[in-house]
């Protein structure tokens, strides 16, 4: 079982800006596909970005152009710059991976279920 550990949310004003860390444990190929999602309170969970080790990175059309996902292999770390945040984006952020998607075939399609390993989350508040 993969381990990951999510930091670096907090409280910040409509327009402002955080960076989320996820440090994984493993190699990347172990975790070919890594992903950011998100809940808010009273709404499902919904994938925000994508990682693949062979395909690149995806992001979720509402956060296209605000947000940016990076994984940097010296660190084990996979990191989401969020910018320009709206209130909209308050929820619990949650790192995860799919250890079998090594081509990339499914990564981009954020199906919860194909995600094996979780972490406890971080929350992002975005207050006017």
């Known amino acids: 079982q993969i381990q990951l550990a999510e930091s670096g949310g907090g409280s910040v004003q409509t327009g402002g800006s955080l960076r989320l860390s996820c440090t994984a444990s493993g190699d990347t190929q172990s975790r070919p596909c890594m992903a950011w999602f998100r809940q808010a309170p009273g709404k499902e969970r919904e994938g925000v970005a994508t990682?693949?080790?062979?395909?690149?990175?995806t992001l979720a059309a509402p956060v296209k152009g605000r947000f940016t996902i990076r994984l940097d292999n010296d660190e084990n770390t996979l990191y989401l710059q969020m910018n320009s945040l709206k209130l909209e984006d308050t929820a619990m952020y949650y790192c995860a991976v799919d250890p079998d998607d090594f081509f990339g075939a499914t990564c981009h399609e954020l199906n919860e279920g194909a995600f094996t390993s979780w972490g406890q989350g971080t929350q992002v508040t975005v207050v006017a």
């Open positions: 990682w693949h080790l062979l395909r690149g990175t």
